[in-house]
């Protein structure tokens, strides 16, 4: 019978890291990768059973390989610590997992998630089924890249990436202050992957516009009611200020005061 660890990464994550935990306690190992929380998180996982991890942030992708070089097991199932598995997805990875050995078996899957935001399940805005990089695969058959944010995936397996069909569950935003903390965030994060490109306010105006309708209403957004709109609003500042925030590394300097002039 195959093991499989589980790595969760997080930080400051205190009011959401137990429930992950408690979601996977079936697995065979659980590490959560921590980067020095300051508000008990580590605490928790260690209460819970999981073994804590503690590595320095420099931009997801490093976060996340450093998440599998910590873990023991043949098979590794991630999650962030706003997501759940749910019974339903755990039956699905063990059957996959314990199946007979065969040459054609994949080797990584892609999880479909299901949002949840203003108490509601988010059916379109482009938040379902909403696969991040796939978070089921054999170890050694995937890396990431080190891009700071959004990283990609690396695929070291020559066989194709399935799909699983049951969806985990996430919990992105339990409130509109995280939400606002998390677009500034990710758009400091994000700048830097985009300030080798031409930008000026025109166009830091244009792709947040463009965020916004292709969110609204070409990702059908306006089916999810307010919240449809709340996240399609939250894209548009989100890139807008991803684009301001390049456009200030490129010029070397944020804004500055003016220099005052005495009168005589």
Same mark, same amino acid.
């Given at each position: ?10 930080? /400051? ?23 020095? #929380? ?6 928790? @996982?260690?209460?819970? $059973? ?11 992708? /490093? ?5 599998? @070089?910590?873990? #023991? *097991?043949?098979?590794?199932? #991630? ?26 078996? &994949?080797?990584?899957?892609?999880? &479909? ?10 059916? *379109?805005?482009?938040?379902? &089924? /909403? ?18 944010? +959004? ?44 300030? +080798? ?9 244009? *792709? ?12 059908? $957004?306006?089916?999810?009611? %307010?919240?449809?709109?709340?996240? @399609?609003?939250? /894209? ?18 944020? %804004? ?9």
């Amino acid at each position: 019978m195959s093991r499989i660890s589980v790595y969760i990464i997080a930080f /400051n994550e205190a009011e959401k890291v137990a429930a992950t935990i408690q979601s996977v306690q079936w697995a065979d190992e659980i590490i959560v990768v921590d980067s020095w #929380s300051t508000d008990g998180t580590p605490e928790i @996982a260690t209460q819970l $059973g999981a073994k804590v991890v503690q590595v320095k942030f420099e931009g997801f992708g /490093n976060l996340r390989n450093s998440a599998i @070089a910590a873990c #023991s *097991h043949d098979w590794i199932f #991630s999650l962030d610590a706003d997501e759940r598995c749910t019974p339903d997805a755990e039956k699905e990875i063990r059957a996959i997992i314990n199946a007979p050995p065969s040459a054609d078996a &994949p080797d990584v899957y892609w999880m &479909p998630r299901r949002n949840f935001f203003m108490g509601k399940w988010i059916q *379109h805005s482009g938040w379902y &089924p /909403n696969y991040r990089q796939p978070q089921l695969f054999r170890k050694g058959c995937m890396a990431y890249d080190q891009k700071p944010v +959004h990283e990609g995936y690396i695929l070291r397996s020559t066989k194709p990436i399935a799909h699983l069909q049951n969806p985990i569950w996430q919990f992105p935003f339990k409130n509109m202050a995280e939400v606002m903390h998390k677009a500034n965030r990710y758009s400091t994060l994000g700048a830097e992957k985009i300030k +080798h490109k031409k930008i000026t306010m025109l166009t830091a105006l244009l *792709h947040a516009k463009w965020a916004f309708w292709k969110h609204y209403i070409f990702k059908r $957004g306006f089916l999810d009611g %307010w919240a449809g709109f709340v996240i @399609a609003l939250g /894209n548009f500042e989100g890139t807008f200020y991803r684009y301001v925030k390049a456009l200030e590394l490129q010029k070397g300097t944020a %804004w500055k005061e003016p220099q005052s002039k005495e009168t005589h």
